[in-house]
């Protein structure tokens, strides 16, 4: 029983530059969800799918951010041009009812 | 919309001391509740969760919470804290079909020698 895996785990980029995150679900897993976590805070929710539809986005995913979930199996978070204050922990998570199961996130750095 | 506070952002506990860690929520309709665990640089483990059934919820590590309704309280024990414990703790509630699961912002727990 395969968890939920995150890729890159660490990437560092320079302001302005573009990033993809990538997340792999648990298999049997319908509904994925992205968070983003800020030093000394919980995680923040950005977007759900269920399947392939992306039916929920937050404020905080302003339209510098886009995610998609082609086929409904692995899910992409982009955010173009960035700025430092994007730098934080990106957490994916999967579920299949109401429990969600969190991969080890993607951390990234925006110098 | 649902919330949740946790009160304290570091409990300190000696080894082998009883770990307490609180959490309120609020929502305006029966909650699930859940417990998570996040060590440095990783993702958030689930310790427990509680689904409208039994009130005293037992989880993984011997952790386990109580729902309580008219407190609106879902604090976290653990009779007999390890060094290994040492973490961040996340309380988390979700309206059942509404999927946006809310954090509180964390209690570090920190266990001493």
């Known amino acids: 029983d395969t968890g939920v895996s995150q890729n890159p785990r660490h990437k560092i980029t320079k302001r302005g530059q573009n990033v993809t995150f990538r997340c792999d679900p648990i298999?049997?897993?319908?509904?994925l969800y992205w968070y983003r976590q800020t030093l000394g805070q919980g995680p923040e929710f950005l977007t759900y799918f269920q399947n392939e539809a992306q039916l929920e986005k937050s404020r905080l995913l302003s339209d510098r951010f886009s995610a998609e979930r082609p086929k409904g199996s692995f899910s992409t978070l982009e955010i173009q041009r960035t700025e430092q204050g994007d730098s934080a922990m990106y957490l994916c998570?999967?579920?299949?009812?109401?429990?969600?199961?969190f991969g080890p996130g993607t951390r990234l750095t925006v110098l | 919309a649902q919330s949740v506070t946790q009160l304290g952002s570091h409990v300190s506990v000696s080894e082998g001391a009883l770990v307490l860690l609180r959490c309120n929520y609020s929502?305006?309709?029966?909650?699930?509740l859940f417990w998570y665990v996040q060590y440095p640089n990783q993702g958030l483990q689930l310790l427990l969760k509680?689904?409208?059934?039994?009130?005293l919820v037992k989880g993984i590590n011997d952790f386990e919470a109580e729902f309580k309704k008219s407190e609106t309280s879902f604090h976290l024990t653990k009779p007999s804290a390890h060094m290994s414990d040492a973490a961040e703790y996340f309380c988390a509630v979700s309206e059942g079909n509404n999927n946006d699961m809310r954090f509180g912002a964390g209690t570090r727990l920190t266990v001493k020698p």
């Open positions: 509680y689904t409208s059934a039994a009130t």
């Open positions: 929502s305006s309709v029966p909650p699930y």
């Open positions: 998570a999967s579920s299949w009812d109401y429990t969600q199961y």
């Open positions: 298999s049997e897993h319908n509904r």
